[in-house]
C-alpha cells in the first residue's frame, strides 16, 4: 500500500483492500483480538463506530486497520477516515457485513471499526498537580464496571486511572464498549501494589479510599488540599489491608435500605463527583 491520496483526500485504488472470506489471514487476526492473549501480544485492540474511530484519530491514537462494511462506502466521513489511515500507514480494508459481524460478534454491527494501537502511560511519569483528580482501581474484575469507571472519569475531568494489580482488560471489546469512546481520552496507568504504594509516597498526593470500616463521611472530606486519589476496592474483596492502611482518608458513603453495598462504577462516580463539586467551590473562591 502507498501514502498516495486522491485530491479530494480518497484512497487510490488498490490502497483499499476487499475481503468477504472469513478464512482471509488478516481477518483471523483480527478477530483473534477478541482474547487477551493476542491483544497483549500485538498491542492493539478493536474501537467500534465511526465517531470513536475519528476521536481516536483526533486525539493522535496510532491506527494499524480500518475496517469498514461496504454499506459505508461512499460516505464522506469513511473516505476522511480511510485516508487519515492510508496517510499514517495503516491497512484499510472493505469488508462484508458477514465479516464485520464476526469481527464485533455482533448481528448489527457498526459500519466502521478501527485497530488501534495499545497505550499506556507510565506511572513514573504521572506528577499530580493542585486541583487533579485520579481514580485507582484495586483488580477491578468486570469489564462492565472499568469501562463505566472510565467513562465517568472523563465525564469527571479526572486526570487519569491507575490499574493497581491483576484487572481486567481495559481494551476488551467490552470494556472498550463500556467506555463509549472514553478510552481514548482518559490516561491509563498500570502499577502492581508496591509500586503504586511508592508512588503515591512520593507524589503527593491525597489518597481517599473507599471502605466497608470507613468512619469519615465521603462529603466531608479536604479534597481541596492536595491532588487527590481515590482508591477503590475489588469488587468482591474490597481493598486488602496494605492499601487501605496507606490511605489519608478511609471514606464511607452513607446508605439506607437492605443493600449493604454499593456497585463499583457508581460507588467511583459518587466520588469523583464529590471531589469536583470541592474543586469546583475552590475555583469560585479565587
Known amino acids: 500500500m502507498t501514502n498516495d491520496r486522491s485530491d479530494h483526500g480518497t484512497p487510490r485504488v488498490g490502497q483499499v483492500k476487499e475481503v468477504t472470506s472469513l478464512t482471509n489471514p488478516i481477518i483471523k487476526d483480527i478477530r483473534a483480538l477478541a482474547q487477551k492473549k493476542h491483544r497483549d501480544e500485538t498491542r492493539s485492540f478493536i474501537a467500534e463506530g465511526l465517531k470513536l474511530v475519528i476521536d481516536a484519530l483526533d486525539l493522535g491514537w496510532r491506527i494499524r486497520t480500518l475496517v469498514y462494511a461496504k454499506a459505508a462506502k461512499g460516505k464522506p466521513q469513511v473516505e476522511q477516515v480511510a485516508a487519515k489511515t492510508v496517510a499514517r500507514g495503516g491497512l484499510v480494508l472493505e469488508v462484508s457485513e458477514k465479516v464485520i ?6 448481528d448489527n454491527p457498526q459500519m466502521v471499526i478501527g485497530i488501534f494501537e495499545q497505550r499506556y502511560q507510565p506511572l513514573k511519569d504521572i506528577h499530580p498537580r493542585e486541583g487533579e483528580t485520579y481514580v485507582a482501581l484495586d483488580r477491578v474484575r ?28 481495559p481494551f476488551s471489546l467490552e470494556t472498550v464498549r463500556a467506555t ?15 509500586d503504586f504504594l511508592r508512588w503515591q509516597r512520593a507524589a503527593g498526593v ?25 482508591l477503590m476496592g475489588n469488587e468482591q474483596a474490597g481493598l486488602p489491608v ?36 470541592h474543586l469546583l467551590s475552590l475555583d469560585e473562591g479565587r
Open 101 to 106: 459481524s464476526a469481527i464485533t460478534r455482533r
Open 142 to 169: 468486570d469489564p462492565g464496571n472499568l469501562g463505566t469507571i472510565i467513562r465517568t472519569a472523563d465525564a469527571a475531568g479526572a486526570s487519569g486511572i491507575v490499574l493497581v494489580g491483576e484487572t481486567t482488560d
Open 180 to 194: 463509549m469512546g472514553s478510552v481514548f481520552a482518559m490516561p491509563l496507568a498500570r502499577a502492581n501494589a508496591e
Open 206 to 230: 491525597q489518597v481517599v479510599a473507599t471502605h466497608l470500616a470507613g468512619s469519615v463521611d465521603y462529603r466531608t472530606i479536604d479534597y481541596k488540599s492536595k491532588p487527590v486519589v481515590l
Open 242 to 277: 496494605e492499601l487501605a492502611r496507606e490511605a489519608g482518608a478511609l471514606a464511607r458513603i452513607p446508605q439506607s435500605g437492605r443493600a449493604d453495598s454499593l456497585n463499583l462504577a457508581i460507588a467511583t462516580g459518587i466520588m469523583l463527583f464529590e471531589a469536583r463539586r
